[in-house]
């Protein structure tokens, strides 16, 4: 079952300077379970489908469901069952940490217990009665993660979760991130920072300039995002280059290396054509492909322009 | 529902400006009590003497303060709803939009309109004090009763239609400070220029109709209207208002 289901969406923001698309007809189906990475850089209108989907923003043209309801109109019947942060959390300045989050649970049924387990579960169990005026970003971050944990939800939607946090928390983060997808919770996490997500997601789909540039498993994305290949590593550069290339091999020099074209499964082809030469390996290795690269390629190499 | 109006009712009470406004009130109160014991001779036969019966007519003079508290508590309320951001994490708990904002008109009114009862209330209990110790009761009765409470009673109201009609503004506008302009811009330019160029007018006028509400129809007019009416004609407007609040905000985005 799809628990979040975007279809043709498209979010135009109209100003006195003009029109700015921000989403250009996204499709996106986010399965049951497990951590979905929502990536793109600044801009690439990953808020703007976060708040359509939470009803904040009317879309200009097409739909979005969640938990199978149709958004905005019948959020409301799905909301106990989805938590969310959207960009920097609010809350009211002059209300302790606590009593934000006894007045939002309240809104649902939510007792004083919850509200102190998550506080515990996010670490402000110390500082719950200080006023949120008096918090740092990291603490306000926090407890906007702790805000959206409390209705113990089967889907976090969670917009850049890792703001204002530092290393640790940042750590932390990701570590509640795979703890909660592991649960069986589906984690929806939007984010510019593929550190953030790299380890932690299952799915991911990559936007760009509003619209979706890859989308599946982490390990599609990243097959499908660069060719397999090798890194192979000899003394004589040169030679070894050559003796590839002479044996119908398509090799390339890469950073005091040699890049060779061919999977990983093939490595014995190299070894052989470089022995036979003489040539000895000081390194051979699979060429990794890295989620950030694969976001830095596809998102560079998206041709179409916002409109003015 | 009532979670909401609770959670509400509960941030109004804590805002700041709020503090600030009972502040300056019991400020004010506190002056005008000194005053008015340093005024009035405690001699019988001697003048002037407080006289309690003239608290309905004070009262009638600090609706205008009154009325203007409201309406800046009514439009900050909201504005700063908008200012902070905090209506953005309302919404994803509660994604019922018009619920969310009657909610948040309901707490305002009902708040604003106990403040104000109880602001006459301190200040009546304080010039009862001076009338008792340095003035005179004389003429307190169940009528001057019923007509002191009658007038805070409609102050108050007052006030509490003020804080909606601020609110509304302030929620078409997004924020506080459209509201205040608004509000200035209406009562110092365009209710002057309808009562310079278009005196038949004057009646559908807020403040004629917040004069002819808080006395009673005492004041002489170029027109006739009851209290009742003035009250049906200005909870229309502050109605209307709200309306077209509710509208705009079901239709915006929440950026």
Sequence with gaps: ?308 | MTALLAGELRRMWSRHLVRIVIGLALLGIAITGVIVAVRSSPEVGADPRFPLTMLPDILKGTSIPLIIAGWLLGASFIGADWRVGTITTLLTWEPRRTRVIVAKVVACSVFVFALAIAVQAVLGGILGLDAAFRGTTEGVDATWLRETSGVAVRAATLASVASVIGFAVASIGRNTAAALGAGFAYLAVIENLVRGLRPGWQRWLFTDNAAVFITGGDVSFTFERTMLQALVLLAAYAAALFAVGVVMFRARDVN
């Design chain 1, 1 to 308: 079952m799809a628990v979040i289901e975007v279809e043709g969406l498209r979010k135009e923001y109209r100003s006195r300077r003009g029109r700015t698309l921000a989403v250009d007809g996204l499709d996106l189906v986010v399965p049951e379970g497990g951590v979905f990475a929502f990536l793109g850089p600044n801009g690439a209108g990953k808020t703007t489908t976060i708040r359509c989907l939470l009803g904040l923003v009317r879309p200009t043209a097409g739909r979005c469901r969640l938990l199978g309801a149709e958004t905005p109109k019948d959020l409301s019947t799905v909301i106990r069952r989805v938590g969310s942060i959207v960009e920097t959390p609010t809350f009211f300045p002059r209300f302790s940490g606590r009593l934000n989050l006894e007045l939002l649970g309240r809104l649902h049924g939510i007792g004083r217990k919850a509200v102190g387990d998550v506080l515990e579960r996010v670490g402000l169990a110390d500082r719950a009665d200080y006023l949120v005026k008096t918090y740092s970003l990291g603490m306000r971050q926090r407890l906007g993660i702790g805000a959206a944990l409390l209705k113990d939800p089967e889907v976090l939607i969670l917009d850049e979760p890792a703001n204002g946090l530092d290393p640790a928390g940042i750590k932390e983060v990701r570590e509640l991130l795979r703890r909660l997808g592991s649960e069986g919770r589906t984690i929806f996490v939007s984010s510019h920072i593929l550190t953030e997500v790299q380890h932690t997601a299952d799915r991911v789909a990559i936007l760009s300039r509003g619209k979706s540039v890859a989308s599946g498993p982490v390990g599609e994305v990243l097959a499908a995002g660069r060719s397999a290949g090798l890194i192979v590593r000899v003394d004589d550069m040169a030679g070894g280059l050559e003796a590839l290339r002479s044996a119908g091999i398509s090799a390339s020099p890469d950073d005091h290396a040699i890049r060779v074209m061919l999977p990983p499964e093939e490595a014995a082809t190299v070894t052989r054509t470089l022995a036979d030469r003489g040539l000895y390996l000081t390194e051979l290795r699979p060429d990794e492909v890295d989620l950030e690269t694969v976001f830095l390629e596809l998102t560079r190499e998206s041709p179409k322009e916002p409109s003015p």
